[in-house]
């Protein structure tokens, strides 16, 4: 059974369709990097499959008990967000919140789950550090230890190299990946760098307001699609 299936999906605001005709599945340990010019409907799917934008027709389905509040999800960040007062030991530990119920703390079983993730991460030694304090690649993996919190199945990237030098961009990249493989979780990124995309990723989705692509990696690259948006280059 898949762990996640758009049928025949749309998405509008205010009755203007942003994005049609979405067909997809994905079985779980399946690595999809979306992919698509600024416009395309990517933060408009993102929205989507988080719960946070009902369809406007179709559907979006999810199997292997996954719900949308137990995706794992990796924003892009603002400014804002990357000067927030807290330690990395809180930061991570929020990602608890949605499995709290209708229990007031964390119990040690979130705060173990929290250090565990923090040293898959290799950054157990900045747990009292505060988080505006660190540089871009380490809070990275700071939000990448607090999306593993909140889920067990499927994480959602938004961009997550975004900003880093290309050192801390290939650890990003390498960490999500053994992330995929040694923990079997379901991948979707969302990313404007097809060479890295389909280095990385099973599955490829292109949008421009509709679907132009769904295939493997393999299928992609030796398609015409592929070639016109990196303007007659081969991947």
């Given at each position: 059974?898949?762990?996640?299936?758009?049928?025949?999906?749309?998405?509008?605001?205010?009755?203007?369709?942003?994005?049609?005709?979405v067909n997809f599945s994905l079985q779980a340990g399946n690595y999809l990097c979306?992919?698509?010019?600024?416009?395309?409907?990517?933060?408009?799917?993102?929205?989507?499959?988080l719960g946070l934008k009902a369809p406007d027709s179709g559907s979006i389905l999810?199997?292997?008990?996954?719900?949308?509040?137990?995706?794992?999800?990796?924003?892009?960040?603002?400014?804002?967000?990357?000067?927030?007062?807290?330690?990395?030991?809180?930061?991570?530990?929020?990602?608890?919140?949605?499995?709290?119920?209708?229990?007031?703390?964390?119990?040690?079983?979130?705060?173990?789950?929290?250090?565990?993730?923090?040293?898959?991460?290799?950054?157990?030694?900045?747990?009292?550090?505060?988080?505006?304090?660190?540089?871009?690649?380490?809070?990275?993996?700071?939000?990448?230890?607090?999306?593993?919190?909140?889920?067990?199945?499927?994480?959602?990237?938004?961009?997550?190299?975004?900003?880093?030098?290309?050192?801390?961009?290939?650890?990003?990249?390498?960490?999500?990946?053994?992330?995929?493989?040694?923990?079997?979780?379901?991948?979707?990124?969302?990313?404007?760098?097809?060479?890295?995309?389909?280095?990385?990723?099973?599955?490829?989705?292109?949008?421009?307001?509709?679907?132009?692509?769904?295939?493997?990696?393999?299928?992609?690259?030796?398609?015409?699609?592929?070639?016109?948006?990196?303007?007659?280059?081969?991947?």
């Amino acid at each position: 059974m898949a762990i996640l299936e758009c049928k025949n999906l749309c998405l509008a605001y205010d009755g203007k369709m942003v994005l049609e005709g979405v067909n997809f599945s994905l079985q779980a340990g399946n690595y999809l990097c979306v992919v698509g010019e600024n416009g395309s409907g990517k933060s408009t799917l993102i929205k989507g499959l988080l719960g946070l934008k009902a369809p406007d027709s179709g559907s979006i389905l999810y199997g292997e008990g996954l719900k949308s509040t137990e995706i794992g999800y990796l924003p892009q960040q603002t400014q804002l967000q990357r000067d927030f007062p807290a330690s990395v030991g809180e930061v991570v530990l929020s990602g608890c919140l949605n499995s709290l119920g209708g229990r007031l703390h964390y119990n040690a079983a979130d705060k173990a789950l929290a250090r565990m993730n923090m040293e898959r991460m290799g950054i157990e030694d900045l747990a009292k550090q505060s988080y505006q304090a660190l540089s871009g690649g380490q809070q990275q993996r700071v939000l990448l230890a607090r999306a593993l919190c909140a889920t067990k199945k499927m994480l959602l990237l938004d961009e997550p190299v975004t900003g880093l030098d290309p050192i801390a961009t290939g650890e990003m990249y390498n960490l999500i990946k053994l992330v995929n493989l040694c923990d079997d979780i379901t991948v979707i990124m969302v990313s404007h760098d097809i060479h890295e995309a389909v280095r990385y990723a099973t599955h490829i989705l292109h949008l421009g307001q509709r679907q132009l692509f769904f295939g493997t990696a393999a299928e992609y690259r030796e398609s015409d699609l592929a070639r016109r948006f990196l303007g007659g280059n081969r991947i």
